[in-house]
């Protein structure tokens, strides 16, 4: 499908929404999304839609949240989160409040402005798979007298459970929040609104940023690889590449070649045999050239070129 992301980007957008179990008394458990804005400490926010986490009426009674777990992405660990009391359901705003055992700012998005015709994705908890994504694209950057909220359609029905998860564009920056739905059509919150709001109730926003992903490459070389006529030189190489955290860089692929061969034949490779990471193995091979009745026409030697596609997160439009 035209404008879906690779795997790498994804992991980034589902990294900074967390799945949500609701557990109310008489209702089976229900699940919903938030996204991460901010964290103070150890104590860390995401936004979610309201409705997802407040009392429903069952019985002509109100059968309020008794509780919230909240699961990261890639962690089974289901933890204990609070409903924080401040909400807002015009907009369908709220936040619930987690304690991490470390802090982390992986949780860090670019922000920006939905338009319309945009391509966009959500990531979300459906019945149908965790951290699932739909997509589609912006009908109105604005609703029916309403410019806090935009609206969009798409292929299949946005299903239960999408419900405060992240609306993200192509360059994987956050629109808004999934707030409702009918079918394949649905409501989102603006980030801008989200993030005004949340100003005014001291919540923090520090993973709220202007920012974007981007793509760069950095090269690995290998010492020169020497080798004598008739003989062989085979082997693995150990590659490597920094890594900045503060740009949350990660390698999303590897690739290498032969660089300045000269006088050498039967090349193998070269291979990439294991990948963890910032650290590769490489696999290489080649022969130097048969020597003649005038002897050898001289040695070989090539270089092995590792390239290394890094994705990472910049501050700025």
């Known amino acids: 499908m035209q404008g879906q992301p690779s795997a790498p980007a994804l992991e980034k957008e589902r990294r900074s929404v967390a799945r949500l179990r609701i557990h109310r008394e008489n209702i089976p458990d229900e699940t919903a999304s938030c996204v991460f804005v901010g964290n103070i400490g150890r104590s860390f926010?995401?936004?979610?839609?309201?409705?997802?986490?407040?009392?429903?009426?069952?019985?002509?009674?109100?059968?309020?949240?008794?509780?919230?777990?909240?699961?990261?992405?890639?962690?089974?660990?289901?933890?204990?989160?609070?409903v924080m009391s401040t909400f807002d359901p015009a907009l369908d705003l709220g936040v619930v409040r987690v304690t991490l055992a470390t802090a982390l700012d992986s949780f860090r998005v670019g922000r920006a402005e939905p338009r319309a015709?945009?391509?966009?994705?959500?990531?979300?908890?459906?019945?149908?798979?965790?951290?699932?994504?739909?997509?589609?694209?912006?009908?109105?950057?604005?609703?029916?007298?309403?410019?806090?909220?935009?609206?969009?359609?798409?292929?299949?029905?946005?299903?239960d459970g999408f419900s405060g998860g992240g609306i993200f564009?192509?360059?994987?920056?956050?629109?808004?929040?999934?707030?409702s739905s009918s079918q394949q059509y649905?409501?989102?919150?603006?980030?801008?609104?989200?993030?005004?709001?949340?100003?005014?109730?001291?919540?923090?926003?520090?993973?709220?940023?202007?920012?974007?992903?981007?793509?760069?490459?950095?090269?690995?070389?290998?010492?020169?690889?020497n080798v004598d006529c008739n003989r062989t030189n085979a082997g693995t190489l150990q590659a490597s590449v920094a890594l900045d955290p503060e740009f949350d860089e990660r390698v999303i692929s590897v690739t290498a070649s032969y660089e300045n061969v000269?006088?050498?034949?039967?090349?193998?490779?070269?291979?990439?045999?294991?990948?963890?990471?910032?650290?590769?193995?490489?696999?290489?091979?080649?022969?130097?050239?048969?020597?003649?009745?005038f002897g050898c026409p001289g040695g070989g030697h090539a270089t092995?070129?590792?390239?290394?596609?890094?994705?990472?997160?910049?501050?700025?439009?």
């Not at 391509?119 to 109105?140: K, L, M, Q």
């Not at 564009?169 to 707030?179: E, I, S």
């Not at 050498?264 to 990439?272: F, L, S, V």
């Not at 092995?304 to 439009?317: C, D, E, H, K, S």
């Open 262 to 293: 000269s006088n050498i034949k039967d090349q193998t490779g070269p291979t990439i045999v294991s990948s963890q990471g910032p650290i590769v193995t490489v696999r290489y091979g080649f022969n130097g050239l048969d020597a003649g009745l």
């Open 117 to 159: 015709d945009q391509t966009i994705r959500i990531v979300g908890h459906p019945s149908i798979g965790d951290w699932s994504v739909w997509h589609g694209s912006i009908r109105n950057e604005n609703g029916r007298d309403d410019v806090s909220h935009f609206a969009y359609t798409g292929p299949t029905t946005i299903e």
């Open 186 to 225: 649905g409501i989102g919150l603006k980030v801008g609104d989200v993030q005004r709001v949340l100003t005014s109730w001291q919540v923090p926003t520090n993973f709220l940023v202007a920012g974007r992903l981007e793509t760069v490459t950095r090269m690995w070389r290998s010492p020169g690889l």
């Open 169 to 179: 564009d192509a360059k994987l920056q956050l629109l808004g929040l999934h707030t």
């Open 304 to 317: 092995v070129a590792v390239t290394f596609t890094i994705q990472r997160f910049v501050l700025g439009n």
């Open 45 to 82: 926010y995401c936004a979610t839609a309201y409705h997802a986490v407040a009392a429903k009426d069952t019985n002509r009674q109100k059968s309020p949240v008794s509780w919230v777990r909240l699961q990261t992405y890639g962690n089974p660990e289901e933890l204990g989160a609070d």
